[in-house]
């Protein structure tokens, strides 16, 4: 089959390599119908997350269809058309039975290495380096899911894979993301990033009932799009002081909650900027924290923090005094998005929402480099790319 290879910092290639076969009578086969290129997957593509090997396989957001099923699994059949959450779960651990499902204990068969840069596991993922399995991921013609009975869902007629496909990752990590603020009649929840997490992080806030959402980036189209289809008020940090911006816009007492949607990458300015540039090309720190110090110093006292961004390593500088004395309330994590997948199917079959509004490119499987170097890049005011195998 087809699929897109990493082969090293700014490489990807679309290659043939072995088709996929059931391992494990929980296992199954999936042919996909689309899969898309995630933020998450520019952090491998640039080089950042380690344990990556030549020939891997990436993509974490993918559908299609059942083509073949192991012996123990009962609850799926060939033909069935169905989404992969992301993290791979068992179902069956104390992790997945809490509703943890990103914390799976059995998911990991490389958990002992996760468990040296992390003192312990998280569950495996596809596409997603060694250290959290080494699965093959699904921006390919076909994959192989293990715990098929647990982490395939069935999508019932009617919808479109553009519809669903999202409820893979993004659609999931941006409601967690503001699920995780407490949201109260009247909260008025910020935004760091536009991309495509942080753009249903924003749609997803209004759901969970916030009063006002003000979104910050530096892209127009991202920011346009944020504006437009989210409702949000925006603030390019190029051209105004946040912190002071949000102070002005929230009466002084700044926003009940703030939300990291940007991760490890962000992009700093300033002496700021610069040192965490120095730092992370000379491997003294993994990740650039720039969006995590302003959230913490932004939030107003008493209020909620929100990191879906992914971070990998180890950061510094990070303004614990403000954190603590300010008594903020911290939740993160990978998405346990299997706990969600319902209830966003209701948003989505009652019209709430169209995920697709996030789609900006649409590109066959064979132009997968290309798509990575325009969404690198922000060319050609990409936000979201699928591929079609």
Known sequence: MKAVCWNGANDVRVETVPD??????RDAVIKITTTAICGSDLHLYNG????MEKGDILGHEMMGEVVEIGS???NLNIGDRV???FPIACGNCWYCQHDFWSLCDNSNPNAWLAEKFMGYSPSGIFGYSHMLGGYAGGQAEYAR?????TGLFKIPDGLTDEQVVFLTDIFPTGYMAADNCNIQPGDIVAVWGCGPVAQFTIRSAYLLGAERVIAIDRIPERLQMAKDQGKAEILNYEEVD???ALKEMTGGRGPDACIDAVGLEAHGTGLEGVYDEVKQAVRLETDRPHVLRQVMMDCRKGGHVSIPGVY?????KIPMGAAMNKALVFKMGQTHVHKYLNTLLDHIQNGRIDPSFVITHRLPLDEAPRGYEIFKDKKENCIKVVLKP
Request: charged letters at 15%; zero cysteines; a negative charge.
């Open 20 to 25: 996929p076969k059931i391992i494990n009578p």
């Open 48 to 51: 950042y997350v380690p344990t």
């Open 72 to 74: 123990a699994v009962k």
């Open 83 to 85: 989404v992969v959450p």
């Open 145 to 149: 899911v293990p715990f098929a009975d």
């Open 242 to 244: 946040v912190g002071e």
């Open 312 to 316: 990998v390593g180890v950061v510094d």
